[in-house]
């Protein structure tokens, strides 16, 4: 059965990997896991970390714009419901006249 590890650990035996005290073939002997795995999970580690900073500008880029847009979604439905209100206001006004 393939086991799945936990993002943590998989952090924590990357970033000692990362450090350099000891050999990959160490770490894997101490953490008892394959020293291909141990490997794998400091390269993916060094692949993740430009996306650790560009993530954040992405983020608040598209927060920002997600933010300009809902505030013109808010714009226009205020303007429907003034005009869906006053045309109710209208509506109303000739139902009591026609009675």
Known sequence: KRRNFPDKFKAAVALE???GDKTVQEIA???QRPPTQVSTWKRQA???L????SDKVKTAEHKEGEIK????????LAV????LSQGLKYYR??????R
């Open 93 to 98: 006004q000739a139902i009591s006249c026609n």
């Open 46 to 48: 060094i692949e993740g």
């Open 17 to 19: 990997a990362l450090r």
């Open 50 to 53: 430009a996306g650790v900073f």
């Open 69 to 76: 847009d809902l505030h013109a979604k808010i714009g226009q």
């Open 29 to 31: 002997a101490e953490r």
């Open 80 to 83: 429907e419901n003034d005009f």
